[in-house]
C-alpha cells in the first residue's frame, strides 16, 4: 500500500521567513501528488498538484513544491509567509497499483508568527 | 466554495445512539468519498460510492455503513457509536473516467461529537 510520510507535525516561522514542510511517499511507480490546506473549522482545499511534466508546480499565493523521483519527496516550499498562512497542511498521493483514492498524511501545521 | 455541502454542521449525542450524516457532492460528480479525520489517526478512508454502487472500502467500521442514492447525495451511518467515534467527518466528490487523477473536492465537514 502506498502511504505518506510529513516529517514535522508543526511548524512555527515568523511573519515573512522561508518555510518549507517535508513530505516523503512510499511507491515505485508513477503516482499524483497533492498538496491540500485545511484553515480553521474548514474542510481540505486543494494548494497544487504533480499530474505530470515540469517537476515544479506552484500555487496561486505563493507556494511552490518540487516532484523529487529519486527520494520520493514533494516538500513544500514558500520564500516569505503571511499570518493568513496559518493552516494544516496535508500531503497526499494517489495513483499506485491503478488507485486513484488518495492517501493522506498526517498533516503538518504552520504558524506564522507576527 | 467547493460545491460539496455536508450536513450537519455539528452533532452531539450519547453513547449508544445512530446518527446520519449527508453529504451532496459537486455538480456532474458521480464519485463521493468519505474520510474520517482525528487527532490520533490523522485523515483515513472510509468508504467509496460511484454512481449509487461501492466502489473501495477503506478502515470502515462494521458498525458504520453508508449508501449513495439516484440523485447522487450520500448518506454515512454511524450506529452504535462509541466515544472514540468523535472525529469530523468529510465527503469529498471527484471527476470521473480518464480525467481521475485523485483530486478530491472537499465539503467543510460534521463534526460529531459523543458523550
Known amino acids: 500500500a502506498q502511504s505518506v510520510t510529513q516529517l514535522d507535525s508543526q511548524v512555527p516561522v515568523f511573519e515573512e521567513a522561508p518555510v518549507e514542510l517535508r513530505c516523503n511517499y512510499s511507491?515505485?511507480?508513477?503516482?499524483?501528488l497533492f498538496w491540500y490546506v485545511q484553515y480553521p473549522n474548514q474542510g481540505l482545499q486543494l494548494l497544487l498538484k504533480?499530474?505530470?511534466?515540469?517537476?515544479l508546480v506552484e500555487s496561486i499565493n505563493g507556494f511552490e513544491a518540487e516532484f523529487n523521483k529519486s527520494q520520493t519527496s514533494f516538500h513544500l516550499r514558500k520564500p516569505s509567509v503571511h499570518i493568513s498562512d496559518t493552516a494544516e497542511y496535508f500531503c497526499a498521493v494517489s495513483g499506485h497499483r491503478g488507485s486513484y483514492i488518495p492517501t493522506f498524511g498526517r498533516g503538518t501545521s504552520l504558524i506564522v508568527h507576527p | 466554495d467547493s460545491g460539496v455541502t455536508q450536513t450537519p454542521k455539528h452533532l452531539i449525542t450519547a453513547t449508544g445512539q445512530r446518527v446520519t450524516l449527508r453529504c451532496s457532492p459537486r455538480?456532474?460528480?458521480?464519485?463521493v468519498y468519505w474520510y474520517q479525520q482525528s487527532l490520533d489517526q490523522g485523515l483515513q478512508f472510509l468508504i467509496q460510492?460511484?454512481?449509487?454502487?461501492?466502489?473501495a472500502k477503506g478502515n470502515i467500521l462494521e458498525r458504520f455503513s453508508a449508501q449513495q442514492f439516484p440523485d447522487l447525495h450520500s448518506e454515512l451511518n454511524l450506529s452504535s457509536l462509541e466515544l472514540g467515534d468523535s472525529a469530523l467527518y468529510f465527503c469529498?466528490?471527484?471527476?470521473?473516467?480518464?480525467?481521475?487523477?485523485?483530486?478530491?473536492?472537499f465539503g467543510e465537514g460534521s463534526r460529531l461529537t459523543v458523550l
Open positions: 460510492y460511484y454512481n449509487g454502487e461501492e466502489r
Open positions: 504533480y499530474l505530470s511534466g515540469s517537476t
Open positions: 469529498a466528490s471527484s471527476v470521473q473516467g480518464a480525467q481521475n487523477t485523485g483530486e478530491l473536492f
Open positions: 455538480s456532474g460528480d458521480l464519485s
Open positions: 511507491s515505485s511507480v508513477s503516482v499524483y
